[in-house]
């Protein structure tokens, strides 16, 4: 398991740390196929889809990129302790990250087929062409892991961004016990997919239903989301360009994964940007 031998890297190393051009010399068509698609079908959705994530250098990056964006459909709620500390309950985030990770660690990036992810408005699909070692019964009884990918695997275990024994299917039946809603495991003679179900339908797609807090109102036709708490979000970051999504959520007493999907709308409609790093950076009203 080593990311070089003989002076170059492993095909394992390549993939997480080589450069697109690179890797593309010995793996011809490498990517990670992200779509966010409008329906909970290709034939219902028009657009096809509303957004792609564009090619990225290595699996390393993409893993950053895929996972901020996977990230805004997963609640982490703020509770105040006892001495008055925050704490962030990540089980929501936690659970996709790690079929994420195990989307990128089980990929056989041989075949033609290539990992996939598709968010459609009632699901997220994870599929990655490979079949699992066992039954899903089977390794989820054990902690026993075979990797096909094994120094993948170890990266990203040493990165701590995934379990280090077993397939983390405990991690993600978190998702079942915080929302209530599904996860579905697959496999079949060439590929894998895990379903996360999700409270959306396609109707009110880019809203967090009741239990999230978020009263009825009239939603934007085309982005799904509520116009009140739209407005009301602008009005605070015109006010206060440098306000934090936390003063967001707590402003308009909604969650804070909530307050990032509105706010992911909005930048990818053109109607703000951030400029400046997360922390002392400041929001932009685009003028249209």
């Excluded at 985030?93 to 075949?111: C, G, K, P, Q, T």
């Excluded at 602008?234 to 959520?249: G, M, R, V, W, Y």
């Excluded at 804070?256 to 703000?272: A, F």
Aim: charged share 30%; hydrophobic share 35%.
């Amino acid at each position: 398991m080593k990311i070089v031998s003989d002076g170059k890297l492993t095909y394992g190393g390549l993939l997480f740390l080589g450069t697109n051009a690179a890797i593309t010399d010995h793996f011809s068509d490498f990517r990670v196929d992200y779509l966010e698609i409008p329906a909970t079908n290709y034939a219902d959705a028009e657009p096809r889809y509303t957004f792609r994530v564009e090619e990225q250098e290595n699996l390393w990056e993409y893993y950053f990129v895929l996972f901020q964006r996977l990230r805004i459909y997963a609640n982490n709620p703020l509770t105040i302790g006892e001495m008055g500390i925050g704490h962030e309950d990540t089980k929501e985030i936690d659970a996709l990250r790690e079929a994420l990770v195990n989307l990128l660690i089980h990929s056989d990036y041989f075949s033609p087929m290539k990992p996939r992810i598709r968010v459609f408005s009632n699901r997220i699909e994870f599929e990655n062409p490979g079949k699992l070692p066992r039954t899903v019964e089977e390794l989820i009884r054990t902690d026993e892991t075979l990797p096909r990918n094994p120094v993948l695997a170890k990266f990203f275990r040493i990165s701590k961004l995934c379990e280090s024994a077993g397939y983390g299917f405990d991690k993600m039946l978190q998702w079942k016990k915080q929302t209530g809603n599904e996860v579905l495991f697959e496999t079949t003679i060439d590929k894998t997919k895990f379903t996360f179900m999700l409270d959306t339908t396609q109707e009110s797609r880019g809203t967090i239903k009741e239990k999230s807090g978020m009263k009825s109102g009239m939603i934007d036709e085309k982005s799904g989301m509520k116009i009140k708490t739209v407005d009301k979000i602008l009005e605070l970051i015109s006010k206060d360009n440098a306000i934090s999504i936390t003063q967001l959520s707590t402003a308009t007493n909604i969650t804070r994964s909530t307050v990032q999907k509105h706010i992911e709308n909005l930048k990818d409609k053109g109607i703000i940007r951030r400029e400046g790093a997360d922390k002392g950076g400041k929001w932009v009203i685009i003028e249209q």
